[in-house]
């Protein structure tokens, strides 16, 4: 699936990609309405319906992935809230000998995510991978989600990179799409970014289950 002789740079999202996006769909879709409710006295299911309703509104923009936004637009502090869940935070499978063999091939290796930098800042604190990366870098820090075309060029501005040798794995096909856009390459999505629910079968990326299916090579 991927010729890693064209490859030199490897950019990795976070959520649904690297990590199990199981902790941000139970968290945004029931744990937080839960904390809201209890807040503004409301019932479970009135909650979710007025949440819902403004999550829908705000998607794929900077504002959907900031947690100082979300704290202030619905009066709960948003930080604490998924620090009380932080144990939830797990890592996918194989990626620690992704990120390990990535590592080991010298190839340039940078995460890229829309998550609030104090949303990454929690989850390392409970699975730090930080370590096997070159850079990170945080879409906020840009002034641009992933899904703009204004991320990947200020992006190349602060870390060079050329498009037709580079590898994007995102589990989000808006994101890939903005990346096709843009002109990488080699993109491929994740077929079950969250492990408790169904297996993506109509993805319009080439798609795999888990890492273990792509490991590049280490020479000796």
């Known amino acids: 699936m991927i010729n890693w002789h064209e490859i030199d740079t490897v950019l990795l999202d976070m959520d649904g990609t690297l990590l199990d996006l199981h902790f941000d769909n139970y968290f945004w879709m029931?744990?937080?309405?839960?904390a809201y409710a209890r807040e503004h006295q409301l019932s479970e299911q009135e909650s979710s319906e007025r949440l819902h309703a403004q999550f829908q509104q705000n998607q794929s923009s900077l504002d959907w992935y900031s947690i100082d936004y979300w704290s202030e637009k619905l009066q709960l502090d948003i930080?604490?809230?998924k620090r009380e869940i932080q144990h939830m935070v797990a890592m996918r499978p194989y990626v620690e000998e992704f990120l390990t063999r990535l590592h080991e091939s010298h190839r340039d290796v940078v995460m890229v995510t829309n998550a609030h930098r104090k949303t990454l800042d929690i989850k390392m604190d409970h699975v730090d991978i930080t370590g096997w990366f070159d850079r990170i870098v945080v879409s906020h820090e840009l002034?641009?989600?992933?899904e703009e075309q204004a991320f990947w060029h200020r992006l190349q501005a602060l870390h060079p990179f050329d498009p037709e040798r580079t590898l994007f794995i995102d589990d989000t096909?808006?994101?890939l799409e903005s990346a096709h856009n843009y002109g990488i390459a080699h993109l491929l999505t994740l077929l079950q970014p969250d492990s408790k629910r169904q297996k993506r079968i109509d993805t319009r990326f080439p798609g795999i289950h888990h890492f273990d299916e792509i490991m590049p090579e280490v020479q000796p």
């Not at 029931?30 to 839960?34: A, G, N």
Request: charged share 25%; aromatic share 6%.
């Open 79 to 81: 930080a604490a809230l």
């Open 30 to 34: 029931q744990y937080v309405p839960q």
């Open 143 to 146: 002034d641009a989600p992933k």
């Open 173 to 175: 096909e808006r994101v």
